[in-house]
């Protein structure tokens, strides 16, 4: 056992030995040895030295080691390439606007002749036809069965013209209605409102106690300013109807109000419904 443990140390040793000798050929440093018995394991800030010189500046490079890695970039070849200069310019025509098709507010035709009470028909730019249909007569019949565009623009009775704004005066009546629509020149006349609707036939009503105010037409609207205490007067002039709007502005108001009613060749009965 002695022998077999003696033969290993004798081999390690001549190993050493060995290494040594080839690390000696290739001209490997000494290494000094020595021991830190007696030595304590920290020292003070005066045994050590921050400007120590010795060593080397950097790491030396191994054999067959490659370069360090170094960051991305653009790579640059060498060129005398130059940038070409621009085309000329070439004039050229803008797109044409694309022709409106169908019906055009501004250039379509109504053709009289396909009126009808709620239609109306155009002839449109491309040639083609458009026909719009109303939830209300737009066109009435005169004479011989033609048709008539419906307007209910107020104008003076004196004038032929429409009016707008007017005051005053012997009133106002619709342009063009199958049946002709008056109003009074001031809000206590005994015929305040009066439709015709036939020969010798008509239906109208005044206002009680209604002031002696000149009404103001603007388009198909008279409007009657403090009629009443506290309230104005509004009719508008409709194909064959008025509405009337009372606008009471403060609570001197009236609450209770009459419209005498007088009728020419007609009889007024009352309604029970079906």
């Known amino acids: 056992m002695l022998a077999v443990l003696t033969g290993t140390e004798q081999a390690a040793l001549a190993v050493d030995q060995w290494i040594g000798d080839e690390r000696a050929g290739v001209g490997s440093p000494d290494q000094r040895w020595g021991s830190a018995e007696g030595r304590g394991h920290s020292a003070s800030a005066n045994a050590t030295e921050a400007t120590a010189s010795g060593g080397r500046s950097g790491a030396l490079a191994g054999q067959g080691e490659l370069p360090t890695a170094r960051e991305a970039g653009i790579t640059s070849l060498p060129t005398d390439a130059k940038v070409p200069d621009p085309a000329p310019a070439v004039p050229t025509e803008a797109p044409a606007t694309p022709e409106v098709r169908g019906f055009d507010a501004k250039r379509s035709k109504e053709v009289a002749s396909a009126r009808k009470e709620q ?17 209300e007569a737009v066109n009435f019949r005169i004479g011989k069965g033609h048709w008539q565009p419906i307007d209910t623009t107020l104008k003076p009775h004196d004038t032929a013209g429409p009016s707008t704004m007017s005051a005053g005066g012997e009133g106002w009546e619709t342009a063009a209605t199958e049946a002709p629509i008056e109003f009074a020149g001031t809000a206590d006349a005994d015929r305040v409102v009066r439709i015709r609707v036939g020969d010798g036939m008509s239906v109208a009503y005044g206002v009680s106690d209604a002031r002696a105010v000149a009404g103001r037409a603007e388009g198909s609207t008279v409007t009657y300013p403090d009629a009443r205490t506290g309230s104005d007067l509004e009719f508008i002039a409709g194909g064959d109807s008025v509405k009337e709007t009372l606008v009471l502005k403060d609570a001197s108001a009236p609450t209770t109000w009459r419209f005498p009613l007088t009728l020419e060749g007609l009889t007024a009965t009352i309604d029970d419904g079906p």
Do not use: I
């Open 119 to 135: 239609e109306r028909t155009y002839l449109n730019p491309d040639g083609t036809y458009t026909t719009r249909f109303y939830n």
